[in-house]
């Protein structure tokens, strides 16, 4: 308030004193002047046009000294005052212990100076009703006030007051035992420079222990212009805003609260602030600031909550049904800004949309306690971020999420000789990394937390992160350090970095507990383990605890089965790491193994190091010890959040000037800058509060790159390297391609029966087949099996009556279901052919047959740990065979007789390729196969008119003499022979009734590559 206001109300008290008229006033309902006097009664319904002046100030009502105020202005009684160029005041009461009554009263103010309602005598009781208003216009140059009551009392209910013009106060409770109660509903709004909504303060009276105070409900404050509070609490002020309460400012340095040194407490306000430097709350020296449950607070362009100076609270408790929020695009969700400053939150929502921004911002001895809280940033902020000896602590379920693993939640910069401290106990899902450069760090994750980020320490002056993870998940995002890691049934997955990452690294000083680690591999890099980049375990200073490691397969991965490659290492060898599963890599299995003190990664077929044992020492020379008992830790006391700190006893306090929001109100400090490696720092000095600016904080210091992972040499031996499954199936998609062809070649009597029975012009016949195969028993494409079934549809024409030659098509399909090590497969087969058969008298005959193929497989199969991998693969193919055979009759056309038979078989598989789901290419090459078979038929013939039969058993050898393959896992190449031999033995029957002809046969075949089971039957009709 200016001097010239000043002036101006010492003239009018002056004036007032020396004796003005105080008549006693009774008016009829009507339109009337200014009134003065102690009795003032208006009928309802009265207008008041202000026309009398005292001390160049129009007024409507004057209550002048040594008067006691009797005011009664009845119901919807309306006062204008109006002097352009002039002061106004509605109604002025410098009288004592009176009273003021009205209901549905308007006030209408406008003047170059306008004030509606002031108060200076004390003990004044005041009544608005319901439903009153004023309404106060001032000049550019000029001042307006909305209503000011000094050591009285106002009650009104649904108050409505507006004010347009600088330097004024909506509504103003001043002095000791000053008390308004605006009931419920009430709206106050200010349009104008340093026009605040609401204050309180004491500065006038004795200090009695009756504080200034404010009682409203559903109250709305609102503020347009810059330098423009909504509420300004004093020195031991009061005010309680009830529920569901809104303070809205849109100006310059314009807080929703600006609280020093006074108590204000609320349920379910809210509070927004769009204007630079315009915290929601700034709490100062010796105030306390509680919000209960459903609270909102929303800023733009400023932090939402700040508290600085001594015993500063701010406590924002919302409840597990009714959570608090805090939106911001300012600077920090939340900001405790020097020694003795405490905000306590607790389930609360802060989000914060600002380049560097901060959820909760700690320095210069501040502390923040957090319960139930959930933190969003944006992915360039902080969730959390504390220096200088500024502490926040959390507890409870807490959530922080700052967009990306690749952001910092949690940070502690630099400062020499003042760490940061950061502690978090209960269950946590945190997304973003951890940074402690000098600070103090201890994480406790309770179970069923998540963390997915990455941590990093640069202990400066002995600061420390301690991370302890309780059947809780860390996904790691990147390398990571930090000084005690302990675990309790905890996963940790290195694997988490993105897939063009290079390998992720974990350095831990002391490692304890028991868990399970998840690693990726990159066995070969660029060659020989040159730029590995596998993920890694270091332990720097002890180990203990058992683990499991699941290092993740990778069938992309080119590898040759005989790398080697250290995961862990430890100095002491004293913990224990266990492989939870084989890992694949490429086409290959390998196994962890350990190896001195550190474990490695090697083929499944290297044996692991055994344990050595110390030998037991005799009793007679092992040394006396003396028991000592174990020292038992003390128990770790849970945090518990700081309940709202309760307003001191009242004190006689001397009035003091009122204190005003310096510009620069909102506070966040200059960051020292990081210092340069291995360099002196020299503390940053503090910053005093009125030089303050928002200053967006440095990325916390960084740390060098990791090293990379050194590679174990193998050794001289070079053990057989073990194949995945998913490498085992898509290889023997070879083996499948070269039984199929022995099965659908056969014999010719397998094909057609006794062709010898009723030799004709032509035949039409079609045959069924069904067997299973069940190879390569040894190597590296074991455990291979096949049930497959088929049919073939021919028909041939013999060339002329005098050549018992004929000339035949066919065609078929073969279908099958393949068995591999840990899943299965199918196969299909479709096939065309020509074949050319020449028959003698004298039972001599030969074979041949040209067969084009086109194979398609599939598998699908679970590799070492569980995962499903399927591939599928086509190749064609081309055959020749020719077989030879004599029947000798033992006794004549009928009886017995003996059949040799010879046949070989050539062919030809084209090259295939298999892309596997999990990564994994194997190409497959062509081969050549050279099959012989020698064999001998034993039968008995029947031979009646219009009725043959043939019964034979059937015994013989077979061998491979090509069959040379190979196959490429991701370029490594594994070599495959179906070269061996094997014996058959069958039984068949052919039966002719006239031209039809039935015939069967079952077959065994055990061989040194693969084993067959067949049965086979057909039909065939003869013209």
Request: net charge negative.
């Amino acid at each position: 308030m200016n001097n010239a206001f000043k002036l101006s109300r010492l003239a009018k008290v002056v004036i007032m004193t020396l004796g003005v008229s105080a008549t006693p006033i009774m008016t009829c309902a009507a339109v009337i002047g200014s009134q003065s006097g102690d009795v003032i009664t208006l009928t309802d319904g009265t207008t008041l046009n202000g026309d009398a002046r005292y001390a160049a100030t129009m007024y409507g009502i004057l209550i002048p000294l040594p008067y006691t105020p009797k005011i009664d202005l009845g119901t919807g009684s309306i006062l204008n005052i109006t002097d352009p160029t002039g002061s106004v005041n509605s109604i002025l009461i410098f009288g004592a212990n009176g009273s003021l009554n009205a209901d549905r009263l308007t006030i209408n103010a406008t003047g170059k100076h306008a004030s509606a309602l002031e108060v200076f005598g004390a003990n004044n009781s005041l009544n608005l009703g319901t439903g009153s208003s004023a309404i106060v216009v001032s000049s550019a140059d000029g001042y307006a006030s909305g209503m000011m009551i000094r050591q009285s009392s106002l009650l009104a209910d649904n108050l409505h007051i507006s004010i347009t013009g600088n330097h004024g106060v909506g509504l103003n409770i001043s002095g000791y035992g000053s008390t308004a109660n605006i009931g419920y509903g009430s709206l106050i709004e200010t349009n104008g420079v340093d026009a605040h909504g609401v204050r309180v303060d004491n500065l006038v009276g004795e200090a009695n222990g009756k504080h200034a105070s404010l009682v409203a409900d559903a109250l709305s404050v609102i503020t347009l212009a810059d330098h423009s509070t909504a509420v300004n609490m004093q020195v031991n002020s009061r005010a309680d805003l009830g529920s569901h309460s809104q303070l809205l400012t849109s100006g310059i340095n314009s807080p929703g609260i600006w609280s020093v040194g006074g108590n204000l407490t609320a349920d379910a306000l809210t509070i927004k602030t769009t204007g630079l430097k315009s915290p929601a709350i700034e709490g100062r020296e010796n105030s306390i600031t509680t919000l209960g449950p459903g609270s909102v607070v929303v800023t733009a362009n400023a932090g939402a909550l700040v508290a600085m100076d001594d015993n500063v609270t701010l406590n924002f408790l919302g409840s597990e049904d009714n959570r608090n929020s805090i939106s911001t695009t300012g600077l920090y969700g939340a900001s405790a800004q020097s020694a003795g400053s405490t905000i306590l939150l607790r389930n609360s929502d802060i989000t914060v949309d600002h380049v560097r921004g901060m959820g909760l911002q700690s320095y210069e001895g501040g502390v923040i306690n957090g319960d139930g809280l959930t933190i969003t940033t944006s992915t360039d902020a902080y969730g959390v971020y504390a220096f200088s000896n500024g502490a926040v602590n959390l507890t409870g379920e807490t959530v922080i999420d700052v967009g990306s693993p690749q952001g910092v939640a949690l940070a502690t910069p630099y400062v020499a000789g003042a760490p940061g401290i950061i502690t978090a106990t209960g269950k946590m899902d945190i997304t973003g990394g951890v940074i402690s450069v000098g600070g103090l760090i201890d994480l406790d994750f309770a179970p069923a937390s998540r963390w997915y980020g990455s941590a990093l320490i640069d202990s400066k002056d002995q600061g420390h992160l301690n991370v302890r993870l309780s059947d809780s998940e860390w996904r790691v995002a990147a390398s990571s350090t930090l000084d005690n890691l302990q675990l309790d049934r905890a996963q940790v997955d290195l694997s988490a970095a993105a897939d063009n990452a290079p390998g992720t690294t974990l350095t831990v000083a002391n490692l304890s507990g028991s868990g399970d680690f998840t690693l990726r591999t990159d066995l070969v890099g660029d060659g020989d383990g040159v730029n590995n980049l596998s993920d890694k375990i270091m332990v720097t200073g002890s180990s203990a605890g058992s683990y499991g490691l699941t290092i993740k397969n990778r069938g992309s991965a080119v590898t040759r089965g005989d790398e080697v490659l250290t995961v862990v290492e430890t100095p002491d060898g004293a913990a224990t790491f266990t492989s939870n599963a084989d890992v694949e890599l490429g086409g290959y299995v390998y196994r962890v193994n350990k190896q001195g003190t550190n474990w490695v990664l090697a083929s499944a077929n290297i044996a692991p190091e055994e344990e050595v044992v110390p030998a037991p020492v005799p009793d007679d020379k092992a040394p006396e010890v003396t028991p000592v008992d174990p020292v038992t830790p003390p128990d770790k006391e849970d945090a518990a959040p700081i309940e709202p700190v309760t307003p001191p006893d009242e004190a006689e306090v001397t009035p003091i000037e009122p204190a005003t929001p310096p510009d620069e109100a909102e506070v966040t400090p200059i960051e020292p800058a990081t210092p340069p490696d291995e360099a002196e720092v020299t503390p940053v000095e503090p910053v005093t509060p009125s030089d303050k600016e928002e200053v967006a904080p440095p990325p916390p210091q960084e740390e060098a790159p990791a090293e990379q992972p050194a590679v174990t040499p193998p050794s001289n031996s070079k053990p057989t390297p073990v194949i995945s499954t998913s490498a085992s199936a898509g290889a023997n998609f070879l083996n499948i391609g070269y039984l199929m062809n022995y099965a659908e070649t056969q014999t010719l009597l397998q094909r057609m029966g006794d062709v010898r029975q009723g030799q004709r012009a032509g035949n039409v016949w079609l045959r069924g087949t069904g067997g299973r195969f069940d190879g390569f028993a040894s190597g590296k494409l074991s455990q291979f099996s096949l049930n497959y079934s088929g049919y073939q549809f021919g028909v041939d024409k013999r060339l002329a009556d005098e050549m018992p030659v004929y000339l035949g098509f066919f065609m078929g399909a073969s279908h099958g279901s393949s068995g591999y090590q840990g899943g299965s497969g199918t196969m299909q087969s479709t096939y065309f052919g020509l074949y050319t058969t020449w028959i003698s008298d004298a039972g001599f005959y030969l074979d041949s047959v040209t067969k084009i193929n086109r194979l398609r497989n599939q598998f699908s199969v679970l590799d070492t740990q569980g995962n499903r991998v399927s591939g599928k693969g086509v190749s064609s193919g081309i055959s020749a065979s020719l077989e030879a055979g004599k029947r000798f009759s033992l006794s004549g056309r009928d009886g017995l007789f003996l059949e040799p038979q010879l046949q070989f078989t050539l062919a030809h598989q084209d090259n295939a390729a298999v892309h596997a789901s999990n990564g994994l290419d194997i190409k497959l090459s062509d081969y050549r196969s050279l099959q012989a078979r020698a064999s001998v038929l034993a039968g008995y013939a029947i031979s009646q008119p219009g009725y043959r039969l043939n019964a034979y058993l059937k015994t013989g050898a077979m061998r491979e003499y090509a069959g040379h393959a190979a196959y490429a896992l991701n370029g490594s190449r594994e070599k495959l022979s179906f070269q061996g031999t094997g014996w058959n033995n069958g039984v068949g029957v052919s039966t002719q009734l006239r031209d039809h002809t039935l015939f069967m046969e079952a077959d065994i075949t055990d061989g040194s590559r693969f084993d067959q089971r067949l049965l086979n039957a057909g039909y065939r009709f003869s013209f």
